[in-house]
């Protein structure tokens, strides 16, 4: 019955992203157990031009959970001067369950942004690992208290072409 309902909001959420193109789906949300989901979208209003995609997975074996999600989004402008803009997240996830109250998960995060345009951070680069401990005492409640170890790497474009970290 559950898995009915899923199926059901799923699709009726994508096909009102059909019909009204504002309509975005975020299918980080959407987890069903072992399977792959990939969705595209590509948008195009005036000169400005959006490509965005998703791929996520969720696998379990027996007390083992891994999940990998991955989104990119660019956004290319046509004028005087073509402005591309491209993000990227990246996240894995695997999570061993002792018991509802005690399950140990570490988690990889890879964040990045490219853009072409001379004003702000040209590039930005952010990766970070994640020790958690996920306590899921009941069936609509979830707590995960972390420890982070984060790299970030801001570049600025400046006006003579230099970069400067």
């Known amino acids: 019955m559950f898995l009915k309902f899923k199926i059901f909001l799923v699709s009726f959420i994508i096909l009102i992203s059909k019909l009204f193109a504002s309509v975005q789906l975020d299918t980080s949300l959407i987890n069903v157990p072992n399977s792959t989901s990939l969705v595209t979208n590509y948008n195009k209003i005036l000169n400005l031009h959006n490509f965005s995609s998703s791929l996520s997975s969720l696998y379990e074996l027996k007390n083992f959970t891994f999940m990998m999600n991955n989104r990119f989004n660019s956004n290319i402008i ?88």
């Open 78 to 165: 046509f004028s005087t001067i073509k402005s591309i803009r491209d993000e990227n997240y990246f996240d894995l996830k695997g999570q061993y369950k002792i018991v509802n109250l005690f399950q140990p998960a570490i988690s990889i995060e890879s964040k990045r942004i490219n853009d072409n345009r001379k004003i702000g951070i040209s590039r930005f680069k952010d990766f970070a690992i994640k020790g958690l401990i996920v306590s899921n005492p009941f069936a609509s409640f979830k707590i995960s208290p972390s420890l982070v170890t984060k790299k970030k790497n801001n570049l600025r474009l400046m006006k003579k072409e230099k970069l400067l970290v």
